[in-house]
């Protein structure tokens, strides 16, 4: 395999993070060019020490600032500092990385995402929203490119994993009909929740919400799983990434997450994608494909893995997976709208303002008012993502509308 330049989009968080285990692992094969972070300098420094990378981006000029002390003090003034959405552009789509890893949390990532992608990237791709929110304007982007696109989530890359070449060859714009596959089972735990009564989910805390109980993830993204929005995210992306429509993609419920998706052919056979749940997995199968390489995660032990189970989604206890799916359907303002919404009542819900049976009825009420907008081009996106935020955030500011919440 030749050796690839590697770009971290997030390497602060959890993907990124993981993603750099998997490169600590294969010195010889990949080299960090460029990294980016929200806010956590303390982090950042210490892997530009292990690392060296030539640029680094942090979101606030204040924290760039803060890093570009703590480097000259440690005697690596060489590594240069820069901050903003700009910034984040220019290292995605620079000619010094082959590859980007996209692990920004949220609509944010979406812009240095489609900058690497419109630079014709290797892109691996775990920003979600990137899809949610742009649709068929980013896959239309790696048409036009040659992007190579492949899918971080668990879910996605098993569902990658188990399609012919060919269509993995065509991300986007694959023909599964023509492929044999009649169908995708896209699997969820179910999250933290899945046993409750569903009264009992009014008194759900921030910190239960958090513990999921088989990955370990951000707090947004572990929030998203317990109302199962994140498998709702999903679902719109596994409609782009695998040119598909609603009424082709199942969720199956399966507590155990150790099938991370399935694709059911025509001739009634189903090719699953099992492992540990573990995200080196896929960011290890992304970053050497076609090729396989070790990931540091314990191989499936059969004897001793727990049985499996399926069940039916009950949405009467997860109301935003069912509004996720509308929104799929109902088309791309929906999907944007909904996203928005969501990052602004998630954040509500964290920071302890709304309850945890709040969320939906903040996502509901915004995919209601712009279900309608006109998504054509990138700027469209980026206008009804605002307009959606500053309406979400006047619903929380509205004592009267919070209160009946």
Not at 104 to 127: E, F, M
Not at 149 to 166: G, R, V
Not at 172 to 188: A, P, R
Request: charged share 20%; net charge negative.
């Amino acid at each position: 395999m030749q050796k690839q330049t590697l770009c971290i989009l997030g390497s602060t968080g959890s993907i990124g993070r993981s993603t750099l285990d998997v490169v600590r692992l294969h010195p010889e094969k990949f080299d960090i060019v460029s990294l980016s972070a929200n806010a956590n300098v303390d982090l950042m420094l210490v892997q530009c020490q292990e690392f060296h990378p030539e640029k680094v981006v942090m979101v606030s000029k204040q924290h760039a600032d803060a890093l570009t002390l703590k480097l000259v003090e440690a005697g690596l003034s060489e590594i240069e500092v820069f901050s903003g959405t700009n910034a984040l552009e220019d290292i995605a789509k620079a000619a010094a990385s082959t590859t980007v890893m996209a692990a920004i949390v949220g609509a944010s990532g979406l812009l240095p995402t489609l900058a690497a992608v419109i630079a014709g990237k290797k892109v691996l791709l775990a920003n979600k929203e990137a899809l949610v929110t742009s649709g068929a304007i980013f896959i239309d982007a790696v048409k036009k490119s040659g992007a190579q696109l492949l899918p971080i989530d668990s879910e996605h890359n098993a569902i990658f994993q188990c399609l012919p070449l060919t269509a993995q060859q065509q991300p986007g714009y694959c023909d599964l009909d023509d492929n044999g596959v009649s169908k995708i089972l896209l699997t969820g735990s179910g999250g933290p929740f899945r046993t409750w009564e569903n009264f009992d989910l009014d008194s759900v805390t921030p910190a239960q919400a958090c513990a999921h109980p088989n990955w370990d993830m951000g707090r947004k993204i572990s929030v998203d799983s317990a109302t199962m929005m994140n498998k709702g995210l999903e679902f719109i992306e596994a409609k782009w990434l695998f040119n598909v429509e609603a009424d082709d993609i199942q969720v199956v419920l399966h507590p155990q997450s150790t099938i991370h998706s399935m694709v059911q052919y025509k001739d009634g056979s189903v090719l699953a994608q099992m492992g540990n749940p573990d995200m080196r997995t896929p960011i290890a199968h992304a970053l050497s494909f076609p090729e396989r390489i070790e990931s540091g995660v314990e191989p499936l032990d059969f004897f001793s893995a727990k049985s499996f189970e399926f069940q039916d989604v009950d949405y009467v206890k997860y109301p935003n997976l069912k509004l996720a799916i509308d929104a799929c359907k109902q088309g791309q303002g929906a999907c944007t709208a909904l996203n928005a919404a969501n990052e602004i009542a998630v954040d509500a819900f964290l920071n302890e303002k709304i309850k945890f049976t709040d969320i939906v009825k903040i996502n509901e009420t915004s995919v209601n008012k712009f279900v309608s907008e006109r998504v054509v081009t990138i700027e469209d996106v980026i206008t009804l993502d605002q307009k959606v935020r500053v309406f979400a955030q006047s619903l929380l500011e509205n004592n009267e509308l919070v209160g009946q919440l």
